[in-house]
Nanobody
Framework: QVQLVESGGGLVQPGGSLRLSCAAS????????IAWFRQAPGKERERVSC???????YYADSVKVRFTISRDNAKNTVYLQMNTLKPEDTAIYYC????????????????WGQGTQVTVSS
């Protein structure tokens, strides 16, 4: 069965860095787009970044320059390198997948991981 497992979250001070990983199994990874969404308490889930099956990348304006998404098809894993973290980046981060190209709408993604907490605080 399809499985997505996030890791790498934690507590970090403002200005620090984290790298999230999304390990996938149960489907032909190279055919699928992988996105990172986040949801903070009381806020709607938002797409942070996405990488398509061909490697095209997309970022929310709030994280451009600071975050970098990448994929390793040999390891069935997508990474989100997060630099210069801010308190407003605090949220649960989820990875999600859909065939082919990226999409901004959460309901267009078929499978989701369980999420990993990122807390940015001094």
């Amino acid at each position: 069965q399809v499985q997505l497992v996030e890791s790498g979250g934690g507590l970090v001070q403002p200005g620090g860095s984290l790298r999230l990983s999304c390990a996938a199994s149960g489907f032909t990874f190279s055919y699928y787009a992988i996105a990172w969404f986040r949801q903070a308490p009381g806020k709607e889930r938002e797409r942070v970044s996405c990488i398509s099956n061909s490697g095209s990348t997309y970022y929310a304006d709030s994280v451009k320059v600071r975050f970098t998404i990448s994929r390793d098809n040999a390891k069935n894993t997508v990474y989100l390198q997060m630099n210069t973290l801010k308190p407003e980046d605090t949220a649960i981060y989820y990875c999600a997948t859909r065939p082919g190209v990226c999409n901004t709408v959460a309901t267009m993604f078929d499978y989701w991981g369980q999420g990993t907490q990122v807390t940015v605080s001094s």
